[in-house]
């Protein structure tokens, strides 16, 4: 079964904001990217802090894109076609 393993937030300040989940929810961090980004775990699911950016996929705050994990990219992909959706 896919399992939901990565989710990605845009904010105005990721180290600040990383410190809050750090603090309240116990999280690790994991590495700093050399554009700002910070990367915390809970040890299952990746939390990734975003830097906003005034133009491009990181323009809104908030969530951004979250990734599952699959075992079988091509079973995966027909279920896609299957349903109707686009698989690019």
């Not at 809050?20 to 802090?49: I, N, P, Q, W």
């Amino acid at each position: 079964m896919p399992a939901l393993r990565h989710i990605a937030i845009s904010a105005k300040d990721p180290a600040k904001l990383a410190e809050y989940y750090k603090t309240v929810f116990e999280m690790y961090e994991v590495r700093r990217s050399a554009s700002g980004a910070v990367y915390l775990s809970d040890g299952v699911v990746s939390l990734v802090l975003l830097p906003q950016r005034p133009e491009g996929p990181t323009a809104q705050l908030g969530p951004n894109h979250f990734g599952f994990q699959i075992e079988d990219l091509e079973a995966t992909l027909e279920r896609i076609r299957a349903y109707g959706a686009d698989a690019t």
